[in-house]
């Protein structure tokens, strides 16, 4: 084992969200991982979550990046640009250029970096014609950008498992449970690192829902979830505001046992 300590930067998809311990706080695959490499490397491993859900790209550089660098982890996890290319004020040549950047500057400390390639969820949200060519140019971005600069790809798009809608929570965004499940299980591959099998298994798809049903529960979802979110945008909010980082500083990890 020759990470002894992991830092992982981001936004909702690194936070955890939709990924719950007992407590009502959220664990996602960035803990599943730290459990895993904890159980490897022994009671000194530390790790550190610094990603903040609704944190756009300029906000994760801003904020978590030179935090991340000042810890000097042996391991760095980076996925940013997923909520910028739900915006209007999207700027590809911008976000690429930096996404280089930032990648370089974490890889110049001598850490290993994860990066990812989003998984394609605009199957079943509003906006795809809009929003699936800005996902693309991201992830080209992500797969070029890890080759330049030696960093670690997990590759999430490329995987079709995830067109299973029983990987994504009721908000049709964030991962559910197996979700991130699976993405652990991906990461530590990608790592070299063994997993419980269990994480890479997925649950059935769903029976097709008849038409009436699917509408029924589109207006739901709409109600539920797009209109906060459109809510937001408007009044130049973020579902962030208000929250700071789970495990701001690197220490040793203790985790809970393992999920189901």
Same mark, same amino acid.
């Given at each position: 084992? /020759?990470? %002894? *300590?992991?830092? @992982?930067?981001?936004?909702? =998809?690194?936070?955890?969200?939709?990924? #719950?311990?007992?407590? !009502?706080?959220?664990?996602?695959?960035?803990?599943?991982?730290?459990?895993?490499?904890?159980?490897?490397?022994?009671?000194?491993?530390?790790?550190?979550?610094?990603?903040?859900?609704?944190?756009?790209?300029?906000?994760?550089v801003a904020e978590q990046v030179p935090a991340a660098l000042a810890m000097k982890p042996d391991l760095i996890s980076f996925a940013a640009g997923g909520n910028d290319v739900l915006r209007r004020s999207f700027d590809p040549d911008t976000l690429v250029s930096r996404f280089d950047e930032?990648?370089? /500057?974490? %890889? *110049?400390?001598? @850490?290993?970096?994860?990066? =990812?390639?989003?998984?394609?969820?605009? #199957?079943?949200?509003? !906006?795809?014609?809009?929003?699936?060519?800005?996902?693309?140019?991201?992830?080209?971005?992500?797969?070029?950008?890890?080759?330049?600069?030696?960093?670690?790809?997990?590759?999430?798009?490329?995987?079709?498992?995830?067109?299973?809608?029983?990987?994504?929570?009721?908000?049709?965004?964030?991962?559910?449970?197996?979700?991130?499940?699976?993405?652990?299980?991906?990461?530590?591959?990608?790592?070299?690192?063994?997993?419980?099998?269990?994480?890479?298994?997925?649950?059935?798809?769903?029976?097709?829902?008849?038409?009436?049903? @699917?509408?029924?529960?589109?207006?739901?979802?709409?109600?539920?979830?797009?209109?906060?979110?459109?809510?937001?945008?408007?009044?130049?909010?973020?579902?962030?505001?208000?929250?700071?980082?789970?495990?701001?500083?690197?220490?040793?990890?203790?985790?809970?046992?393992?999920?189901?």
């Amino acid at each position: 084992m /020759r990470w %002894r *300590s992991y830092v @992982a930067v981001g936004d909702s =998809f690194t936070e955890g969200l939709d990924d #719950a311990y007992p407590d !009502g706080s959220f664990r996602g695959w960035a803990d599943l991982v730290a459990t895993r490499l904890a159980a490897e490397a022994g009671p000194d491993f530390a790790y550190a979550n610094l990603a903040i859900r609704g944190r756009t790209f300029p906000g994760v550089v801003a904020e978590q990046v030179p935090a991340a660098l000042a810890m000097k982890p042996d391991l760095i996890s980076f996925a940013a640009g997923g909520n910028d290319v739900l915006r209007r004020s999207f700027d590809p040549d911008t976000l690429v250029s930096r996404f280089d950047e930032v990648v370089g /500057r974490l %890889r *110049s400390r001598g @850490a290993d970096v994860l990066l =990812f390639r989003f998984a394609d969820v605009m #199957a079943r949200l509003p !906006g795809q014609r809009l929003i699936a060519p800005r996902v693309a140019l991201l992830n080209r971005a992500v797969g070029e950008t890890a080759e330049r600069h030696g960093a670690i790809l997990v590759d999430l798009y490329a995987d079709d498992t995830y067109l299973n809608p029983m990987l994504w929570s009721t908000d049709r965004l964030h991962l559910s449970p197996a979700g991130h499940r699976r993405v652990a299980g991906q990461v530590l591959t990608a790592l070299g690192v063994g997993c419980d099998e269990e994480w890479l298994l997925v649950p059935p798809n769903p029976e097709p829902t008849p038409w009436l049903s @699917a509408r029924t529960a589109d207006l739901r979802w709409a109600g539920q979830h797009l209109a906060p979110w459109l809510k937001r945008r408007l009044t130049g909010r973020s579902s962030g505001d208000t929250r700071t980082a789970k495990r701001p500083t690197l220490t040793p990890f203790h985790p809970l046992p393992p999920p189901r």
